[in-house]
């Protein structure tokens, strides 16, 4: 079965730091991969997406992920955190081509100190 | 700037009653969703439609269901809400085709059912 697998629930950096935030998913075919940041109180704000090309996307607010086959993973990065990015953060993979199917990972929080 | 609309932030029912949640989206996309989020689990699919009239279950539609009229509007129904319903909803909508398409999701209703 399709999965999608986020192995930090909940990460600690300070303000500047670099940051990584993995995903791994399971999923025969080429998979569509996504990025959503949700802020408290909020619902889920799309950062980046991947569906082919380019395994090195860039997104908003600063971020980019990687895609790398070879390790079913789509990992987050930024080179350098605001306190403003404290939220939580959803690895998604979509797995049909109609856009009716997605399957999100568990969530990664992230706090950020001053 | 797409919008999607949920009626309420935070609702508050007792066991037993029928509990409505509304959604509106102002972008004519196809697809429409609700998504239930509880912490660790990440997003369930509860239910989701592609069109008027049209429904589809998700992998979560027991005690769910779903109305849709008019093509901007998406409800979730709770027949008779039960206190393992408690949770955040969130709505969500895209366009449909041209592969999947990235949600767009509204800022999500936090059940309280007591």
């Known amino acids: 079965a399709q999965s999608v697998t986020q192995p930090d629930i909940h990460i600690t950096v300070s303000e500047g730091a670099s940051l990584e935030l993995r995903c791994n998913y399971s999923y025969g075919a080429t998979p569509y991969l996504f990025w959503y940041v949700q802020s408290p109180g909020q619902g889920l704000q799309l950062l980046l997406k991947?569906?082919?090309?380019?395994?090195l996307v860039q997104g908003i607010k600063g971020f980019e992920a990687e895609f790398k086959r070879s390790q079913s993973s789509f990992n987050l990065r930024k080179p350098s955190v605001h306190w403003s990015d404290a939220a939580e953060y959803f690895c998604a993979v979509a797995i049909d081509n109609y856009g009716q199917n997605f399957v999100f990972g568990p969530g990664t929080r992230l706090s950020v100190l001053p | 700037d797409v919008k999607v609309t949920q009626s309420s932030r935070y609702l508050v029912k007792r066991t037993g009653e029928k509990v409505f949640l509304e959604c509106v989206q102002d972008m004519d996309h196809e697809n429409m969703f609700w998504y239930r989020q509880d912490p660790g689990l990440g997003l369930r699919l509860i239910y989701f439609s592609y069109d008027v009239k049209m429904k589809e279950k998700g992998d979560i539609p027991e005690g769910y269901s779903v109305s849709r009229e008019k093509k901007e509007r998406f409800s979730l129904i709770l027949e008779s809400a039960s206190t393992n319903q408690t949770s955040m909803y969130l709505c969500?909508?895209?366009?449909?085709?041209?592969?999947?398409?990235?949600?767009?999701f509204g800022n999500g209703t936090r059940l309280t059912v007591t």
């Open positions: 991947y569906f082919s090309g380019d395994t």
């Open positions: 969500a909508s895209s366009f449909r085709g041209g592969g999947p398409l990235p949600l767009h």
